[in-house]
C-alpha cells in the first residue's frame, strides 16, 4: 500500500496534488471526526458550511476519497477559478440555470462519485451558517445517494475569509491556521431536507468548534499575552474619579506586583471584589487570577441576605474593594479581611516596586512575561470566575464559569467582526452582571481593544459625556440604561457611535426606532444569559455586498435577537413534555457550546434540573426561522396558563402600553403577573405605578380584540415596580408584590 502521502485523494493531476498537499499541510493544522462515516464506495453527497475560499482544500484533505466539487458558475470568469474548476474536475452551477449543474452532480453521484455541495449556496460573510437551499435534497433523492454534513472550524478569519468584511486584504496569519472538521453519519436521501441540514451542520459545527486549541488555554495567560505585545497601548481611560489613563505596561506592572501580594497574604481559593466599573475592577480581576485564585464579583445592589448567602456558598472571606465604596454600601456585609485596593497596591512597594514588571512589558517577550507570573499554560475546564445570578426569579444561584468557558464566548464574539481591536468600547455595566464580566472586562484584555469605563450605567449624563469626549464607538447595555441617552444627548455628542447592542430584556420598538430616527444608529438585540458566559445571541449589522456576486446577505433582523453564536447549536422542545419540536415552532429553548457553564456551586440539584441529556435548559420560549434567527418569545416564568392556555404576559404588557400610550423613559409603568387561581389554574395581576381604572383596562382590551383569558382581573397601583441592579425586573419582588395584593 503506498504511503498516505502519496495516495490519490483528489482529481488534481498527480504532480500537482503531491504540490498542492504538501502546501497545504504547511499552511494548515488540520484534524477531524468521522471521517470513517463517509462510504468506502458508492455515490456521497458531501454538505459543508462555506466560511472560506480554501474549505475545498481542507475537506480533501480530510477525505479518504476524492470529492467532486459543485461550485458557482460564476466563478470561471476570473482565469484562476476557471483553471482550478478545469484541474479539479469541478461541476460548475449557476442560479439562473441550474439544471445543467443538478444533473452533472446526479451523474457523478451516480458513478459512484463523492460530490461536495454547499447547500447554503454561497459563502457566508457573517461567519454564521446562512439559510439552507433545497438544492441538495434534490440531488440525493435523484441519485439515490446517501448524505454526509461536514462542519468546518477555523477557517474564519483567514486571508481567503470575508473576515474584516473583505476578502483577501488583511494581514495574514503568521503561524500554521488551526482547523477542524466534524463528519456526521450517513444519512439516507429520504431522510434529509433543510431542517435537517442545519441541525446537522450546527451540531457538527459545535464539535469542530470544542477542539479550537485555544479553548485549552488559560485565561489569565492570555490577557497577559495580549497585553504586553503592545506595552504602549491605552488599555483602559478610566472615568470613575476625574479621567486616567493606563497603558498596557502599567497595568500589567500593578498586576504584577498586586498578584505576587495576594499569593503570599491570601490563603483561600477565592477572593471577593466589590468595585464599579473601572481601572480598580479590571486590575483586581486579573492580579486574583494571576495569583492562583478566583475572582468573584459580588452583586453589591442585591439584598443583604442574598449576599450573606453568596459569601458563604463561595467560601469568600477576603475582598477586594475601595474605601469610598465602603462608604456607599453601609448594608453591605462586609467580612472582617476587607481590604482596600489601593492600599494594597502601595504596600507592594510604591512606584519602584512596579519599575521591574514595566520593564520586563516593554523588554520581554509577551510569553516570558504570563511566566514571571507563574501563570499556568493550561486552564480549560478549571474554574476562571464565579457569578451569582440575579435571582430575578428566584434565590441566587453560584454559576462557576471555567477559563474554556470565557475564552470561548470572547473567541465567538470575535469572530462576528462587530467588536474589533480597533474599536473603543465603553464599559459601564457592573462587573458582576455576565455581560459586563465577560464582554467589557476580559473580552477588551484578551482583544486588545481599547475600553473607557463609567461607574455606573444609571449616571447618563456621564455615559453621553464620556462618548463624546473620548470618541467611544462601543456603546452596550440593557434598554432600560439606554433610554435616557436617547431622551438627553444630542446626535452631535453620540457622532462617534458605530454599534449599540442592548440585552438583558427584549428592545422596545419606540427605543429602536427612536434611535434611528435620532442618531441614524440601528440598536442591534442580542440574547444571553448568566450560564453561557453570556453571549449566545447578536444581530449585527448587514455584510457589505460583493460586487462579483451582487447578492445581500442577512445580519440582522427586527423582533429577533439574531443567529448563534458560532460553535452553538439548540434544540426548541415542548416545555410540559420534552418532546423535540421544529425549530420554527414556539418552545422551550435549550442549547449546547463551549460558552455553556457546566453546573452550580456545590448544587448538584440545581445543576440536574438545568440540564437535560446534556442540553441547558434555558427557560425562555423561542423559535428560529429558516435563516437561523432566533425570536424570543418570552421566559417560561413569564407566562401563565390559564384555563389550559398559555398565556404571555409580555404580550399583555405591550398592548396596554400600546393601547394607552404609556411612556416608560423613566422606568417601568407597568408589569402583569400570574398568581394562583382555583378556578382557572392561574389569573392575572397587573401592578402600575399609574392610575388606570380596572374597567378601563378591560374595556381597552376587549376592543382591541384580546381574549377574555388575557385581561388581569386585578388593577393595583403601586409606588414603584422592583428592578434589578442589572436593570431586569426583579421578578421575585414583583410576584410577592401581586400575591400580596390578591391576599389583601
Known sequence: ?????????????????????????????????????????????????????????VLQLTCPRPIRFVGHQGLKRNPFFNWCFEMTGSIP?????????????????????????????????????????????????????????????????????????????????????????????????EEVSPSWARRE???????????????????????????????????????????????????????????VRLRATVPEQRVGVVLPPGAGAFIANLAVMAAGKTPVNLNFTTARVALEASLKLGGIVTVLSADAVRAK???????????????????????????????????LPNQWCADLLRLP?????????????????????????????????CAQISSLSILPETCSLLACLPVFHSFGFTVTMWYPMLRGCQVVTVPSPLDTRKLIDAIAEEKATVLLGAPTFIRPVLKKATPAELRSLDLVVTGAEKLPDDLARGFMETFHIDIMQGYGLTETTPAANINQPHPPVVVST????????????????PGMTARIVDPETWRELPMTETGMVLFRGANVFEGYLNDP?????????????????????????????????????????MVPHG????????????????????????????????????????????????????????????????????????VLGTGKLDLKGCRELALAVTKA
Open 550 to 565: 451582487n447578492e445581500p446577505q442577512l445580519g440582522k433582523r427586527p423582533g429577533a435577537v439574531g443567529r448563534m453564536m
Open 1 to 57: 500500500m503506498p504511503h498516505p502521502i502519496f495516495r490519490r485523494r483528489s482529481h488534481l493531476p498527480y504532480f500537482l496534488e503531491l504540490i498542492a498537499s504538501l502546501v497545504a499541510r504547511t499552511l494548515y493544522r488540520v484534524r477531524t471526526s468521522g471521517a470513517e462515516n463517509i462510504p468506502v464506495t458508492g455515490g456521497v453527497l458531501l454538505i459543508a458550511n462555506h466560511i472560506s475560499y480554501v474549505d475545498v482544500i
Open 651 to 722: 404580550n399583555v404588557e405591550n398592548r396596554i402600553i400600546e393601547l394607552f400610550d404609556l411612556d416608560q423613559s423613566a422606568g417601568y409603568v407597568v408589569v402583569v403577573m400570574g398568581v394562583p387561581d382555583t378556578a382557572k389554574g392561574e389569573s392575572l395581576v397587573l401592578l402600575t405605578t399609574l392610575d388606570l381604572a380596572p374597567a378601563a383596562v378591560r374595556e381597552k382590551l376587549l376592543g382591541a380584540g384580546m381574549p377574555g383569558l388575557w385581561i388581569p382581573k386585578v388593577v393595583e397601583r403601586v409606588e414603584k415596580i422592583p
Open 201 to 259: 451542520l450546527l451540531d457538527l459545527g459545535r464539535i469542530a468548534f470544542e477542539e479550537r486549541p485555544v479553548l485549552k488555554r488559560h485565561l489569565g495567560r492570555e490577557c497577559v499575552r495580549s497585553m504586553t505585545k503592545h506595552p504602549w497601548r491605552v488599555q483602559v481611560i478610566d472615568r470613575t474619579v476625574g479621567r486616567r489613563e493606563l497603558t498596557c505596561a502599567q497595568f500589567y506592572a500593578v498586576v504584577g506586583a498586586l498578584a
Open 605 to 645: 440539584e440545581k445543576t440536574r434540573a438545568a440540564f437535560r441529556d446534556g442540553w441547558f435548559i434555558t427557560g425562555d420560549l423561542g423559535r428560529f426561522d429558516d435563516d437561523g434567527f432566533l425570536f424570543i418569545e418570552g421566559r417560561l416564568s413569564r407566562f401563565s396558563k390559564i384555563g389550559g392556555e
Open 329 to 363: 454600601l453601609p448594608g453591605f456585609p462586609w467580612p472582617e479581611r476587607t481590604l482596600d485596593l489601593k492600599t494594597e497596591v502601595e504596600a507592594c512597594g510604591g512606584k519602584r516596586a512596579l519599575l521591574p514588571w514595566l520593564l520586563a512589558a516593554w523588554v
Open 377 to 409: 499554560r493550561r486552564g480549560d475546564r478549571a474554574e476562571a470566575g464565579l457569578l451569582f445570578t440575579s435571582g430575578s426569579s428566584g434565590e441566587p444561584k453560584g454559576v462557576v464559569l471555567s477559563h474554556r468557558n470565557i475564552l470561548a464566548n
Open 93 to 189: 452551477i449557476s442560479v439562473e440555470q441550474p439544471r445543467s449543474g443538478l444533473k452533472a452532480a446526479v451523474a457523478a453521484l451516480k458513478a459512484g462519485e463523492v460530490v461536495c455541495v454547499c447547500p447554503e449556496g454561497h459563502i457566508s460573510r457573517t461567519g454564521q451558517l446562512m439559510e439552507i437551499q433545497r438544492g441538495f435534497e434534490l440531488m440525493a433523492r435523484q441519485a439515490n445517494a446517501p448524505v454526509v454534513a461536514a462542519a468546518i472550524d477555523g477557517l474564519w478569519g483567514s486571508v481567503f475569509s470575508f473576515a474584516g468584511n473583505k476578502y483577501l486584504w488583511k494581514s495574514p496569519r503568521l503561524m500554521p491556521t488551526h482547523a477542524f472538521i466534524a463528519f456526521g453519519r450517513a444519512t439516507p436521501p
